[in-house]
Nanobody, 123 residues
């Protein structure tokens, strides 16, 4: 089992940057593919990015490709989401999640979720 705690959200102007962090408990962090998802008011939770267990492979939603970068540090049990050139439509609660599955862009594949961190981008 793994527990996840996100941090780093906040209010930023369009064009700005934020870095989200997700700290995981337990000694099996490197056994999980890690993902970031987001949910805006009135919308479904959607995939943002994922990184494989050792960090060699990354996956992105088309809407964030080229602007966001996911990475992980297994020694620190932490996964990051660097968000650049933020847009108002990036406003959402951002969640990190862990899976041992292979369908890494599907929210249904993830077993463990953090509580979320709010990101608000003003225009």
């Amino acid at each position: 089992q793994v527990q996840l705690v996100e941090s780093g959200g906040g209010l930023v102007q369009a064009g700005g940057s934020l870095r989200l962090s997700c700290a995981a408990s337990g000694r099996t962090f490197s056994s999980y593919t890690m993902g970031w998802f987001r949910q805006a008011p009135g919308k479904e939770r959607e995939f943002v990015a994922a990184v494989s267990r050792r960090g060699f492979n990354t996956y992105y939603a088309d809407s964030v490709k080229g602007r966001f970068t996911i990475s992980r540090d297994n020694a620190k049990n932490t996964v990051y989401l660097q968000m650049n050139r933020l847009k108002p439509e990036d406003t959402a609660v951002y969640y990190c999640a862990a899976t041992v599955g292979i369908a890494v862009t599907s929210k249904y594949e993830y077993n463990y979720w953090g509580q979320g961190t709010q990101v608000t981008v003003s225009s």
